[in-house]
């Protein structure tokens, strides 16, 4: 299927690494021209050395004013801004109780997975209005749904950021602006590897899906073919939430 995205633009945060990485070179595999946000430079260079005459932008998604000039830097660039897509996020503690719980890692949490996304797109509105049309997707995760033991922070993260994209939604729904997520469970990342440990992966007895396979369903939602989806969560967990927990 051509996904209509050849000759357009997208910025892609956390694009140093992970899902984010895996989402600029999808999108540059389609033809978009990509702007990549992250705060390692270093893993951003690797990332660009995928994806043709792309544009770096080193900033924390946390800092305003970093934000506020590496969007304005990466339309400039770009000449014009199609699609945003935010995959910057971090876990935060895991296996650990609210009680043992400092707020500076409550708070750090929702710097980077909720407030990372408001401040990358209140100032990615303007260059989006400007489009033709435009698609926002944000990554979100199954733990918006589903809650693991110890990760209190980090679901409710996740959950406040699948409201938070269908409440834009709805403030844009006059725009040409889409705004979509995408919700995986696990994904074979470094930073999953981080909290799970490298030997989960080895002969997982649960399902793991790549970034890459993460990477497509983004791309389809930035794309003019789902231009009918709007303020909706994809949720790729295999089925699991679907199943009944009833003994029979």
């Known amino acids: 299927m051509d996904l209509q995205l050849q000759g357009t633009t997208a910025l892609v945060t956390g694009a140093a690494s992970g899902i984010g990485r895996a989402t600029a070179l999808a999108l540059a595999a389609e033809g978009v021209r990509v702007a990549l946000l992250d705060r390692d430079a270093s893993a951003l260079r690797e990332t660009a050395s995928g994806c043709r005459d792309a544009v770096i932008l080193v900033a924390d998604v946390t800092d305003e004013d970093e934000v506020r000039a590496a969007v304005e830097s990466g339309a400039a660039s770009l000449g014009r801004l199609d699609a945003v897509v935010c995959c910057a996020g971090i876990s935060g503690p895991v296996g650990t109780s609210i009680e ?26 303007p260059a989006l209005r400007a489009a033709p049309a435009a698609s926002v997707v944000l990554l979100a995760s199954d733990s918006a749904v589903v809650a693991s033991p110890g990760m209190v922070p980090y679901a409710a993260s996740k959950a406040a950021l699948v409201q938070f994209g269908r409440a834009l939604s709805v403030d844009l729904a006059d725009t040409r602006i889409r705004v979509n997520a995408v919700a995986p469970s696990i994904v074979d990342t470094p930073m999953s590897r981080g909290d799970l440990g490298s030997d989960a992966f080895d002969a997982p007895g649960f399902p793991v899906q790549s970034a890459a396979e993460v990477a497509a369903h983004v791309v389809y939602l930035a794309s003019p073919r789902s231009r009918a989806i709007n303020g909706t969560t994809l949720l790729s967990d295999f089925g699991y939430t679907a199943r009944s927990g009833f003994p029979a």
């Open 100 to 125: 043992d719980t400092a707020l500076a890692d409550w708070q750090a949490v929702f710097a980077v997975n909720v407030t990372g996304a408001f401040l990358v797109l209140k100032h990615s509105l």
